[in-house]
């Protein structure tokens, strides 16, 4: 289990720990998550609208989580994480989808098909007015680590480290997107589990993931999510 570390360096850490629940809840971002892959020829229109998410900031977190399952043909995603198809099968079991590609779930309650804007943009919306935080979380950069605090709170969910990077562009030579280059926002490198957040307050020094940037998820069992944040 993670050691507890003190936060006295952490000015970022230091000043958001102070909040009130309430000034938390209203920070706590709309987790927006792409399931993709390189070798799916709906998937690029998809991919457009999280790096137009991704462009706009604002209280939204988006991620392209890129499933394995498209590797059965002649082309490998570049980006495919066991981690990712894991995730989506979790989602499917829960919501009652299946999985396709491009899927996107909101806030680990609404699947939409990812290339549909207005659905897309309705699943936010409603996302906005029905979220929770559960647990307030930051995240530093802190002597080449990441240091993580969660507050305490009501509920219990499992807590998730994601790694990923801002952008990159792929040319796919093979598959059904055969000659196209393909602009990726958000595409998440590396998912590890830190372990429960049962309601007590808890603070982590991570290294730091593979990746770019950093965010960290708190969700429920049920898919909720209970608490996110990015560097």
Do not use: K
Request: glycine share 12%.
């Amino acid at each position: 289990m993670p050691s507890p570390i003190p936060f006295v360096a952490g000015a970022a850490l230091l000043a958001l720990a102070g909040l009130p629940n309430a000034a938390w809840a209203a920070g706590r971002p709309v987790v927006v998550e792409l399931f993709t892959s390189q070798s799916c020829s709906s998937c690029p229109p998809a991919e457009a609208l999280l790096g137009e998410l991704a462009g706009a900031g604002g209280d939204v977190l988006p991620l392209a989580f890129h499933v394995t399952y498209w590797n059965r043909l002649n082309w490998r995603d570049t980006f495919s994480l066991p981690e990712a198809t894991e995730r989506q099968q979790a989602y499917a079991a829960r919501l009652g989808d299946g999985t396709f590609t491009p899927q996107i779930v909101v806030d680990g309650r609404r699947s939409v098909v990812g290339s549909r804007r207005e659905a897309v943009s309705t699943a936010i919306t409603q996302a906005r007015g029905e979220r929770e935080a559960a647990t307030p979380v930051a995240l530093a950069r802190e002597g080449g680590r990441l240091a993580i605090r969660l507050g305490a709170g009501a509920g219990t969910g499992q807590i998730l480290l994601i790694g990923f990077d801002p952008r990159h562009e792929t040319r796919v030579a093979r598959g059904e997107n055969a000659g196209r280059t393909i602009p990726q926002a958000n595409v998440v490198r590396s998912v590890r589990a830190l372990g429960a957040w049962t309601g007590a307050a808890r603070d982590f020094s991570e290294p730091l993931p593979p990746g770019a940037e950093a965010a960290v998820i708190v969700q429920a069992a049920d898919g909720r999510i209970l608490g996110a944040a990015r560097l």
